[in-house]
């Protein structure tokens, strides 16, 4: 599996741009690794109205449902997200039908998503889908694939990755102590099943 970095990264989307139809970017990291900031700074360097992002997290079971399967405090594990409903919008923009497309956006304040708040407009020619079992091959996940064109597994420093996540859930609200030892349980035991799928991916992109 060949690696580029941020650059190449760049110059790959732009190029990606020129695809005659719509071309579905799978991105690919672990917790903390910083999917939602790449695809950001895909989108803020290549400046063209024809990307939209489509992240995973949105499709986050509900509390109640995952409090219900006893799955609540293994929130972002694999078994916790509605694939179906991912697999059914995947497929919509796979199919493009000239109408946009409306999919739900994890909102990290409330620990909970919100329908239809994430638009796929209809002349997007590039999609760039990130999330961290794009490539699994359990719980559904394994279709997933099916619907994407190429895929980057990111890679970063693994303690830098950690120090970010313990950051980011001090930033909405846990506890020092509740984050670390989150980060380092739940997160870290979802990290090691994403580092399976690393092998199966087109690109891995090297970050700073």
């Given at each position: 599996m060949k690696s580029i970095t941020r650059e190449a990264a760049i110059a790959r989307v732009s190029s990606l741009l020129d695809s005659p139809q719509r071309f579905i970017l799978g991105v690919i990291g672990k917790p903390g690794v910083g999917k939602s900031t790449f695809t950001q700074f895909l989108n803020e360097h290549v400046a063209s109205e024809f990307i939209s992002i489509l992240p995973m997290d949105g499709f986050h079971?509900?509390?109640?449902k995952l409090i219900e399967l006893g799955r609540r405090d293994r929130k972002g594990a694999p078994d916790?997200?509605?694939v179906d409903d991912f697999a059914k919008s995947l497929a919509d923009v796979r199919a493009g039908h000239g109408s946009d497309i409306r999919f739900p956006i994890f909102e990290r304040e409330i620990e909970a998503s919100i329908p239809d708040a994430g638009l796929?407009?209809?002349?997007?020619?590039?999609?760039?889908v990130e999330g961290n079992?794009?490539?699994h091959d359990d719980f559904g996940w394994e279709k997933i694939g099916d619907y994407?064109?190429?895929t980057w597994f990111l890679d970063v420093d693994d303690e830098l990755r950690m120090q970010r996540l313990i950051a980011r859930h001090i930033q909405f609200g846990k506890t020092p102590e509740a984050a670390n030892e989150w980060s380092r349980g739940t997160d870290e035991v979802n990290a090691q099943l994403i580092e399976q799928s690393r092998s199966r991916a087109t690109f891995t992109v090297t970050l700073d």
């Open positions: 079971m509900t509390n109640e916790t997200f509605d796929i407009p209809s002349q997007a020619k590039l999609v760039v079992y794009l490539l994407l064109d190429e």
